[in-house]
């Protein structure tokens, strides 16, 4: 059964750094792209980032290009999102999600697996 389990998530105020967790189970991950998506309430999900199977290679939407980073470890079948310079605009539900295959690809339907999402707030 494959699981992904987003950690990390809290109250934070504008400028503060915060780190997310996707912790994956069930799946080959280095046959796997993972991406980011969040979503803001009474929003759509929203492609925030993602990267490719053996980490070499990321994409970004233009909304957090130079603020997040994410990486992966695949030895602790892990990936990661580190925000930095952190907006009131970037409060949302953050959820993993994962595909065979590439990485480039930024819309729902293209992702097969889920998480539950991890709740990130920043205050001004």
């Known amino acids: 059964q494959v699981q992904l389990q987003e950690s990390g998530g809290g109250l934070v105020q504008a400028g503060d750094s915060l780190r997310l967790a996707c912790a994956v189970s069930?799946?080959?991950?280095?046959?796997?792209?993972v991406a980011w998506f969040r979503q803001a309430p009474g929003k759509e999900r929203l492609f925030v980032a993602s990267?490719?199977?053996?980490?070499?290679?990321?994409y970004y939407a233009d909304s957090v290009k130079g603020r997040f980073t994410i990486s992966r470890d695949n030895a602790k079948n892990a990936v990661y999102l580190q925000m930095n310079s952190l907006k009131p605009e970037d409060t949302a539900v953050y959820y993993c999600?994962?595909?065979?295959?590439?990485?480039?690809?930024?819309?729902?339907?293209?992702?097969?697996?889920w998480g539950q999402g991890t709740q990130v707030t920043v205050s001004s």
């Open positions: 999600a994962s595909k065979w295959g590439g990485f480039l690809f930024t819309r729902i339907s293209d992702y097969t697996y």
């Open positions: 069930g799946l080959t991950v280095t046959s796997y792209a």
């Open positions: 990267i490719s199977w053996n980490g070499g290679s990321t």
